[in-house]
């Protein structure tokens, strides 16, 4: 008992310090163990566990598509095509029951695997991210989008059970808690 606490808080903090190419070297390693575990477990007749294994390979997939970024980097689109292509073969191996594909996906897997891990010597830190500037928007410092708001709808105009006062830009509910609409 001692030894499993032992590797799953070294785990763990494994994970929490962990660089972003790190964390993905890593998913990709459980993909792999999942997806053998899979193929190991259907040869010795063990459909359910394989089937979970499977699952689970399939779930370390599609956590690494969802975090992709291909508005960030233009090749995380190219790279997106790969585990595109890994998530419909993990799906089609589950609807026709054909566990041995699992051994045609492995090498892909590896591949990967061995990309990060290249990326990881050349880059140990994590990179720097682009910065997002936050910028403040007071009543003071906001332009009206289209001209005055006044004029572009009707006094007394109803949104909802809402009504609407249009003096100084101003968005009044009918128990007078209100925000600009020159923001």
């Known amino acids: 008992m001692f030894e499993y606490g032992a590797t799953n808080s070294y785990l763990e903090t494994e994970v929490l310090t962990a660089t972003p190419q790190k964390l993905q070297m890593l998913l990709i390693g459980g993909a792999i163990r999942f997806g053998q575990q899979a193929l190991n477990l259907k040869n010795d007749g063990q459909d359910e566990a394989a089937w979970e294994a499977l699952l689970r ?21 190219q790279v997106a095509g790969i585990y595109l292509f890994l998530f419909r073969e993990l799906s089609d191996i589950q609807i026709s029951n054909q566990y041995e594909k699992i ?46 708001v006044s004029s572009a709808t009707p006094s007394g105009a109803h949104w909802g059970s809402t009504a609407a006062t249009h003096s100084a830009g101003q968005y009044q509910s009918e128990h007078g808690s209100g925000f600009s609409l020159d923001a």
Not at 122 to 144: W, Y
């Open 103 to 148: 051994a045609a996906l492995l090498p892909v897997l590896e591949e990967e695997r061995e990309t990060w891990r290249q990326v990881c010597e050349v880059m140990p830190e994590a990179p720097e991210g682009p910065r997002e500037e936050v910028k403040e928007i007071t009543a003071a410092n906001s332009q009206p989008l289209a001209g005055d």
């Open 57 to 77: 390979c399939r779930g370390v997939i599609t956590e690494i598509l969802i975090n992709l970024k291909p508005n960030v980097a233009p090749v995380a689109s």
